[in-house]
């Protein structure tokens, strides 16, 4: 079955800078890739997502890019600001089939001022 | 808001016991999701369901049952309940069961 990895497990950086997130996936027929952004203790929520007939999406200051061929995809947020600092998970899907969203461990961000 | 109702909020019961916990999904949505999210863990998949209909499995275990009404909202039960199955169960919704998933608020079972 599927198996997505996600690195780094933790993440700081200064406020202004940029932080990448990056993870490998197993099934190369997977086709679905978002990513969640949680805060402590509240529901994951979407904050980008891709498909794979595109390499690159981009919504204000994040970004997502794929790479099919590797099967890895990456998170990019330009920026950074003291409300990004939250827990991340990547996930992948395949369309056809079983349609299990299979998520990272995730990643804990923290923006520091 | 994601348009996801979970109920309860919370939830604390003794070992051995049977729960049910509750989502609505978002209007239009016909495809519910289950998740597991133990304390600094992932969200690992429990069960899909798409318009009544159980579409996919994951690491639910066999204490554990769901399904989908006709009105589309979705049950999770939880049986013979043990310490470990304390968790934050998270419910989801979709249009179709590729389309983008929404969260609810979840629900934190605590097993004492």
């Known amino acids: 079955g599927e198996n997505v990895e996600q690195h780094p497990s933790t993440l700081s950086v200064q406020e202004g800078d940029s932080a990448v997130i990056k993870c490998t996936y197993s099934?190369?027929?997977?086709?679905?890739f978002p990513w969640y952004k949680q805060e402590l203790g509240k529901r994951p929520q979407l904050i980008i997502d891709?498909?794979?007939?595109?390499g690159e999406k981009k919504d204000q200051r994040i970004a997502v890019t794929l790479n099919k061929t590797a099967k890895h995809f990456s998170l990019h947020i330009t920026e950074t600001q003291p409300e990004d600092s939250a827990v991340y998970f990547c996930?992948?899907?395949?369309?056809?089939?079983?349609?299990?969203?299979?998520f990272g461990q995730g990643t804990r961000l923290t923006i520091n001022p | 808001d994601s348009g996801v109702t979970q109920t309860p909020k919370h939830l604390i019961t003794a070992t051995g016991q049977r729960v049910t916990l509750r989502c609505s999904p978002r209007?239009?949505?016909?495809?519910v999701y289950w998740y597991q999210q133990s304390l600094d863990q992932g969200l690992q998949f429990l069960i899909q369901?798409?318009?009544?209909?159980?579409?996919a499995k994951g690491n639910i275990l066999e204490r554990f049952s769901a399904q989908q009404f006709p009105d589309l909202h979705s049950e999770l039960n939880l049986s013979s309940l043990e310490l470990g199955d304390s968790a934050l169960y998270f419910c989801?919704?979709?249009?179709?069961?590729?389309?983008?998933?929404?969260f609810g608020p979840g629900t934190r079972l605590t097993v004492t």
């Open positions: 989801a919704s979709s249009v179709m069961p590729h389309y983008e998933q929404y």
């Open positions: 099934d190369s027929a997977s086709n679905y």
């Open positions: 891709i498909r794979s007939n595109v």
């Open positions: 996930a992948a899907l395949r369309i056809q089939g079983a349609q299990k969203l299979v």
């Open positions: 209007s239009g949505d016909l495809s």
């Open positions: 369901y798409y318009n009544g209909e159980e579409r």
